[in-house]
């Protein structure tokens, strides 16, 4: 008898137990991971876990891919913009062409034709979600600018610094460009001797520089050529970052120095922002115009060189899962390549108007390229979307198995093993009484 409420109370644990059990399956329906966990142990956590994340993945790649829609259809409203902005101007300068317009005419034209040039101008510098939509660097028509290179002290002071040496007063000198573009690569050369100068590139401030050597010092003097160059780079929405390139073994103990480096071993190949002395800043993206300044009270050699950066396309997605890179698109600059700074083109003259009509019949026609190139971005989005869609699609599916599977059979055994425990339970308690009674009999 003893054994048998034995068996009725490890059978009374078991039904428990697997009531139990089945509750959390119930209660877990909808969570993959705690099901499989239930279901399938450590390695069922692993793979529902593993789906889960891919999943997530999929979503945000899907929603960058939307936004890059987004992003895709204000350059499309930009581009017809500009087109509409374009053929106004064209308008207008062949108006302006006419040796027949007289000066009134002529100057209300002109007075429309710089709201448009400007209206142009603001559409250059457009953003979505602050990126930039137009990249002039990616424009059809482009321009080759060059800086002024190679200047010294043996260049007239532009001007002079509250600032003393022993008796010598400090200088400075300036070089400028409007280089068009809000971003490139700015290589400077420098031989200032052992008495220090200082080399800052800036936009039109120098107490706010893109880069600054603070006061950098060669081997020897100046005109035995000790050089070092610093190799900068800019741009829009990026830190501004410079290369070092030494050139000559003499100055290694004063770089080392000068740069707070243990070693110039395999320098060449780093990248720096803030580095010892120098110092770098971001760039204003809507200042196109460098000035490279020297400072100091000494002789000093200096040689600049400025390149457009390559354009950067833009990629969306997620790397983890699918990634598109879109083709940058750009507008005309609007200037006027007849001339060596490329001022803007205008229609003061006859001679400027009908310039003018070249240029802008040059920018009309690179926006069909540029069209061509978003029809590309949208064709290559729309498709990567569709693609992980679909993968999406699938993933729910497995997801939703593995959230329902066995749902129903739950059930079924949640109410089996109450019913089992119920029985046994009410066998136990009548056993139970059983043996009372019998013990009272005997004794």
């Excluded at 969570?31 to 945000?60: C, E, H, I, Y």
């Excluded at 002079?160 to 040496?165: I, M, R």
């Excluded at 200042?287 to 060189?305: D, M, S």
Aim: glycine share 6%.
């Amino acid at each position: 008898m003893f054994g048998n409420v034995d068996y009725l109370a490890q059978s009374l644990n078991h039904a428990s137990l697997m009531t139990d059990l089945s509750l959390k399956k119930v209660a877990s329906t909808g969570d993959p991971v705690k099901l499989s966990s239930l279901n399938q142990g450590a390695g069922g956590v692993s793979f529902a876990t593993g789906v889960m994340n891919d999943s997530s993945s999929k979503r945000n790649t899907i929603h960058s891919f939307q936004n890059a829609i987004s992003y895709m259809q204000t350059q499309d409203e930009g581009l017809r913009q500009a087109e509409q902005i374009y053929n106004r101007m064209h308008s207008i300068a062949s108006l302006a062409a006419d040796p027949t317009t007289d000066d009134d005419t002529r100057s209300l034209l002109n007075d429309e034709f710089k709201i448009l040039l400007e209206a142009s101008s603001d559409l250059n510098g457009s953003a979505f979600n602050n990126v930039p939509l137009f990249d002039p660097r990616a424009s059809t028509k482009q321009y080759p600018v060059d800086f002024p290179t190679n200047f010294s002290f043996n260049d007239p002071p532009d001007g002079w610094l509250d600032k003393y040496h022993g008796n010598k007063q400090y200088s400075y000198r300036e070089k400028s460009k409007d280089v068009l573009y809000n971003s490139g690569i700015f290589t400077i050369t420098v031989s200032p001797g052992g008495a220090k100068d200082r080399f800052i590139l800036h936009q039109g401030d120098a107490s706010k520089p893109i880069f600054d050597t603070g006061e950098w010092a060669t081997s020897g003097w100046a005109k035995h050529k000790n050089w070092d160059r610093f190799i900068v780079e800019y741009g829009p929405g990026k830190d501004t970052k410079f290369k070092f390139v030494p050139l000559s073994p003499t100055n290694e103990n004063l770089n080392k120095k000068q740069l707070s480096l243990s070693t110039l071993d395999g320098i060449e190949n780093r990248e720096f922002g803030d580095q010892g002395q120098v110092v770098t800043n971001p760039s204003d993206p809507t200042k196109t115009k460098l000035f490279l300044r020297t400072e100091g009270y000494t002789a000093f050699l200096v040689e600049a060189e400025w390149e457009k950066a390559e354009s950067e396309n833009l990629r969306v997605g997620n790397k983890s899962g699918l990634e598109v890179e879109l083709n940058s698109i750009g507008l005309g600059l609007l200037r006027d390549d007849t001339q060596d700074d490329f001022p803007e083109i205008s229609i003061g003259t006859l001679e400027n108007a009908n310039r003018a009509i070249d240029v802008i019949k040059e920018d009309l026609e690179g926006l069909s390229i540029q069209n061509g190139k978003l029809a590309s971005n949208f064709n290559r989005v729309e498709n990567a979307m569709e693609t992980v869609n679909q993968a999406s699609i699938t993933h729910d599916k497995v997801i939703s198995q593995l959230s329902g599977q066995h749902f129903a059979e739950e059930i079924g055994n949640l109410n089996k093993f109450r019913v089992r425990r119920s029985s046994s339970s009410s066998l136990m308690s009548r056993i139970m009484n059983l043996n009372k009674e019998m013990a009272e009999t005997l004794i």
